[in-house]
């Protein structure tokens, strides 16, 4: 049956005539940074359904995850709070066993309620697995997109009259193992063949080393991502072939970007900026590309706008999208906020950001304390070279730097976009940096942020 749809306070700002029902897919690929699209400008990556998705619809400039951590990142995603809330700070698997607070609910359990039928396909890395109520779960290798493309087939088949919200989850391009390149396609798998890339051909960004190992795992990355590009186009032709194409909104995300140091873990741009690309139905002239800025935290109120359904348990940290993907430059829309907590049990650094469009000011709670590398990246090759080597700096960025972090980073993304030179000492800068300040943490009391209890990015510790 349909579901009894609760009335919304917040209106498309575009009219659809599709009937009553709206669907929902979200695609994510894993540790995927910005640029590494072709539709993003990327000079070599083979990406033509990411591509063909984006032609039809809205790319989205400065797009952020909140935390550049898998577990953590997909927490904020599925409901709408910033990890100081919502309590998967870290990790879930393992001995990591972060999860969602009691409190806190899903959009899962959201639009469940609302009568959607729920589905998640591919990677998870969510807890506790009661809170996120799926009427399709199946076991996947998320790496094998032409199984993970056979399940989305499976659930857009199902006979029902209850619209849906689908999560078809990759594991590209996150990396396959620790020792050696640690990245690519080895081989055919279940009849995909691998796109082959040449490391000499490889763009190593200024945040890494430009070395022949560092050149090689960019080459496997490329592959994954070639790969990965793939699966989006059989979920995307099967929504097609099944007659839901014209009223499922759809959105393409990376959970966070690369796994390479300098972006996993951080809240440098490699590892929050990420691509994002809105197909909606019945947006007459979308706008692309849209340079608002967007973080995951809007993820779950658009998909409730979408659909029609109202949450009020408490408030959530973003608003819904669907209002201006008509705009390119909508107005209002000109901060993000960030929060990290940690990646793993073994890297607990917490972070608290406002990033602007010229200026980014990140807070670093516990300065003093030697950044801890998530276990993901301290582990391979190029961090283990690098620091066998002696090298002095990563990229572009003093090693000293990178792991010794002050209180304050304020940079200028406009003439500094790798971010190297901090500006937070600057007394020209003084006023920004205050101003800054009292913004950031103007929202962070709103959201009743546990760590201010003890901390103050202008005050020593208490």
């Not at 490391?199 to 050149?215: I, Q």
Request: with cysteine; hydrophobic share 35%.
């Amino acid at each position: 049956m349909k579901p009894a749809f609760l009335p919304l306070l917040c209106f498309f700002a575009f009219s659809i005539s599709i009937g009553e029902d709206r669907n929902i897919l979200l695609l994510i690929s894993d540790n995927h940074t910005w640029t590494d699209v072709g539709c993003y400008g990327h000079p070599s990556i083979q990406t033509p359904n990411l591509d063909k998705l984006a032609s039809e619809g809205i790319r989205f400039e400065h797009a952020f995850a909140t935390t550049a951590s898998c577990g953590p990142s997909r927490a904020v995603m599925y409901t709408g709070l910033l990890t100081h809330s919502n309590g998967q700070y870290a990790h879930p698997h393992r001995e990591h066993n972060q999860q969602l607070r009691a409190d806190v609910f899903s959009v899962f359990s959201m639009l469940k309620d609302a009568g959607y039928r729920t589905g998640l396909i591919g990677k998870d890395h969510i807890k506790p697995m009661e809170k996120y109520p799926l009427d399709y779960h199946p076991r996947n290798r998320s790496r094998d997109v032409v199984t993970t493309g056979k399940q989305a087939m499976t659930f857009l088949e199902e006979k029902s009259e209850d619209p849906f919200f689908l999560v078809v989850s990759f594991n590209d391009p996150h990396p396959i193992g620790i020792p050696g390149a640690a990245w690519g396609v080895p081989k055919t798998v279940n009849g995909y063949e691998p796109v082959a890339y040449d490391p000499k051909d490889a763009v190593v960004p200024p945040f890494l080393p430009d070395t022949a190992n560092v050149r090689e795992g960019i080459a496997g990355y490329y592959q994954q991502i070639s790969r990965m590009d793939h699966g989006v186009g059989i979920v995307l032709s099967e929504l097609e072939r099944t007659g839901y194409k014209d009223n499922t909104l759809v959105i393409f995300i990376a959970d966070h970007g690369t796994s390479e140091p300098g972006a996993m873990g951080t809240h440098y741009e490699p590892g929050v900026r990420v691509p994002f690309i809105v197909r909606a139905p019945g947006v007459e002239k979308p706008l692309s590309p849209n340079r608002a800025l967007v973080t995951f935290t809007d993820l779950t109120p658009t998909f409730l706008d979408w659909a029609g359904v109202t949450f009020d348990k408490y408030p959530l940290h973003g608003r819904s999208i669907l209002p201006i993907l008509d705009q390119e430059n909508p107005a209002g829309w000109d901060e993000a906020l960030l929060s990290h907590v940690g990646h793993d049990i073994f890297a607990y650094y917490p972070m608290r950001t406002l990033r602007g469009r010229k200026y980014k000011l990140i807070w670093n709670l516990t300065p003093g304390t030697e950044y801890p590398l998530p276990i993901d990246t301290v582990q391979r090759r190029t961090w283990a070279e690098l620091r066998g080597r002696g090298d002095e700096k990563i990229g572009s960025r003093l090693v000293e730097d990178f792991l010794h972090r002050p209180r304050l980073e304020l940079y200028d993304l406009e003439t500094d976009p790798w971010e190297t030179k901090n500006l937070a000492d600057d007394p020209e800068l003084a006023k920004i940096r205050e101003e800054m300040v009292a913004r950031l943490m103007g929202h962070l009391e709103k959201q009743k942020d546990p760590w201010i209890r003890k901390y103050h990015p202008m005050e020593k510790e208490q």
